[in-house]
């Protein structure tokens, strides 16, 4: 029985601090002329990517063009996709260098390394402005009886992440800075590209934990859905819970999916797997749950990832369906047998003990799924999204053109 790791608990006040002064330290902001209604993104450079036709339409009219300039460049953006404003043939050379001269860019990085698992599913590593690696997934999911294809992007919302969930690799490596709005999108740009296929589902289960980023977030979710018109049913944000922040984005009245990454049907055991539950009371996240699907309509799925001889017996499961039936209806159980990680001592539990839990479950009337297991071999299953390229994402790290774009497949 693999004993609960002993993990130096990261409360989330201090967390939430290291967000701020890490979002504050990440760049030095130098002043380039923003169109109204476009706020600063703390950078030297403004993406264009991630912004809208009207903010586009804007844009021109205020480097002194006329607003059907603005409808060229979302077609460029999301059309033809291009990647530097240099490629930007169809819009007058002056209208590029205006754009250049305010510091203007797409906002594309390069890829810097692909890994293909055996199952088709590709880990993708970006490198940044600053040098930093971030990963996103692309996994594609063929659907024989309907003849059709689904690929998902499981996108990063952050360089690394501060909660340090004791069983997850990205916590591991520490915490770095959030990710611009636009360093979010080209993520499914990326898979895109990689797989010559559409993104048809987003699931913000990548590195970070999105609820501290969220205004990001949801600027990027925007985005998806109606620039790359991704369906708002299609996209999931995943939390590990952060005080307040649930409420907040209920009032968005989105019709996407919340995933609350519970691990546990108690507060104590929570405590020792999640550090950060420290601050957020159990009741008190199930009761912004309850309010969450109140608000919405929309159903919220409970992430448990077992891990074995900790929260994997019956009676785990006969605690968790009643947690579940004092907090209403509205909820889906998502299980998802753990992943192996470096420096870890928990184990994934035989399939009969993960049958065993369904079981229990499901004699209690939740709905319950176990997640198929994708990407184990390229290491880009769930937590294991932790680069070896940059295992410490504090550290800025120098550029290596020979590890430029190198697909490798497994
Ligand atoms: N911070 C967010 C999103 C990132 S993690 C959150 O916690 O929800 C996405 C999901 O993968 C979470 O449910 C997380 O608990 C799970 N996960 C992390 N590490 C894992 C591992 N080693 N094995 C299985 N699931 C893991």
């Given at each position: 029985?693999?004993?609960?790791?002993?993990?130096?608990?990261?409360?989330?006040?201090?967390?939430?601090?290291?967000?701020?002064?890490?979002?504050?330290?990440?760049?030095?902001?130098?002043?380039?002329?923003?169109?109204?209604?476009?706020?600063?993104?703390?950078?030297?450079?403004?993406?264009?990517?991630?912004?809208?036709?009207?903010?586009?339409?804007?844009?021109?009219?205020?480097?002194?063009?006329?607003?059907?300039?603005?409808?060229?460049?979302?077609?460029?953006?999301?059309?033809?996709r291009?990647?530097?404003?240099?490629?930007?043939?169809?819009?007058?050379?002056?209208?590029?260098?205006?754009?250049?001269?305010?510091?203007?860019?797409?906002?594309r990085?390069?890829?810097?390394?692909?890994?293909?698992?055996?199952?088709?599913?590709?880990?993708?590593?970006?490198?940044?402005?600053?040098?930093?690696?971030?990963?996103?997934?692309?996994?594609?999911?063929?659907?024989?009886?309907?003849?059709?294809?689904?690929?998902?992007?499981?996108?990063?919302?952050?360089?690394?992440?501060?909660?340090?969930?004791?069983?997850?690799?990205?916590?591991?490596?520490?915490?770095?800075?959030?990710?611009?709005?636009?360093?979010?999108v080209e993520q499914v740009l990326a898979?895109e590209e990689?797989?010559?296929?559409?993104?048809?589902?987003?699931?913000?289960?990548?590195?970070?934990?999105?609820?501290?980023?969220?205004?990001?977030?949801?600027?990027?979710?925007?985005?998806?859905?109606?620039?790359?018109?991704?369906?708002?049913?299609?996209?999931?944000?995943?939390?590990?819970?952060?005080?307040?922040?649930?409420?907040?984005?209920?009032?968005?009245?989105?019709?996407?999916?919340?995933?609350?990454?519970?691990?546990?049907?108690?507060?104590?055991?929570?405590?020792?797997?999640?550090?950060?539950?420290?601050?957020?009371?159990?009741?008190?996240?199930?009761?912004?749950?309850?309010?969450?699907?109140?608000?919405?309509?929309?159903?919220?799925?409970?992430?448990?990832?077992?891990?074995?001889?900790?929260?994997?017996?019956?009676?785990?499961?006969?605690?968790?369906?009643?947690?579940?039936?004092?907090?209403?209806?509205?909820?889906?159980?998502?299980?998802?047998?753990?992943?192996?990680?470096?420096?870890?001592?928990?184990?994934?539990?035989?399939?009969?003990?993960?049958?065993?839990?369904?079981?229990?479950?499901?004699?209690?009337?939740?709905?319950?799924?176990?997640?198929?297991?994708?990407?184990?071999?390229?290491?880009?299953?769930?937590?294991?999204?932790?680069?070896?390229?940059?295992?410490?994402?504090?550290?800025?790290?120098?550029?290596?053109?020979?590890?430029?774009?190198?697909?490798?497949?497994?």
């Amino acid at each position: 029985m693999a004993a609960p790791q002993h993990v130096r608990a990261a409360p989330l006040a201090r967390a939430l601090r290291a967000t701020a002064t890490a979002t504050a330290t990440a760049s030095v902001p130098v002043p380039v002329p923003v169109p109204a209604g476009i706020k600063s993104q703390g950078t030297s450079r403004r993406a264009l990517l991630g912004l809208s036709e009207p903010q586009l339409r804007q844009l021109a009219i205020d480097l002194g063009q006329q607003s059907y300039r603005g409808k060229q460049l979302h077609d460029l953006l999301y059309k033809s996709r291009a990647k530097q404003i240099q490629e930007f043939n169809h819009v007058p050379k002056a209208f590029r260098e205006a754009l250049l001269g305010a510091g203007w860019s797409v906002g594309r990085s390069p890829v810097h390394h692909a890994v293909t698992a055996s199952d088709g599913t590709t880990k993708i590593l970006l490198k940044l402005e600053d040098n930093r690696l971030i990963e996103t997934v692309g996994i594609p999911v063929d659907d024989d009886n309907k003849g059709s294809s689904r690929l998902t992007a499981c996108v990063s919302s952050q360089v690394g992440c501060p909660l340090r969930c004791s069983f997850c690799a990205t916590g591991k490596g520490g915490f770095a800075r959030n990710l611009q709005p636009h360093e979010i999108v080209e993520q499914v740009l990326a898979i895109e590209e990689t797989f010559k296929h559409r993104v048809t589902n987003v699931v913000f289960m990548g590195m970070g934990e999105p609820m501290m980023n969220l205004k990001s977030v949801l600027e990027a979710h925007q985005c998806f859905n109606k620039e790359l018109k991704i369906g708002q049913r299609m996209m999931t944000i995943s939390t590990v819970g952060v005080p307040n922040t649930i409420k907040m984005l209920a009032s968005h009245k989105l019709q996407s999916t919340l995933a609350v990454s519970l691990h546990a049907p108690n507060q104590k055991l929570r405590e020792t797997i999640v550090p950060s539950a420290k601050s957020y009371p159990l009741g008190a996240l199930m009761d912004d749950c309850k309010s969450y699907f109140l608000e919405t309509g929309r159903r919220v799925s409970f992430e448990y990832t077992l891990l074995a001889g900790i929260n994997d017996e019956k009676e785990h499961a006969e605690e968790l369906a009643e947690l579940l039936r004092m907090c209403g209806g509205g909820y889906h159980v998502n299980l998802i047998p753990y992943n192996p990680i470096e420096g870890s001592e928990y184990k994934r539990p035989y399939r009969k003990v993960v049958q065993a839990f369904v079981d229990a479950l499901e004699a209690r009337k939740i709905t319950v799924s176990v997640r198929r297991t994708r990407g184990l071999d390229a290491n880009a299953a769930c937590g294991q999204l932790r680069n070896e390229f940059q295992k410490n994402p504090l550290l800025e790290i120098e550029p290596s053109p020979s590890t430029e774009r190198t697909l490798v497949a497994a």
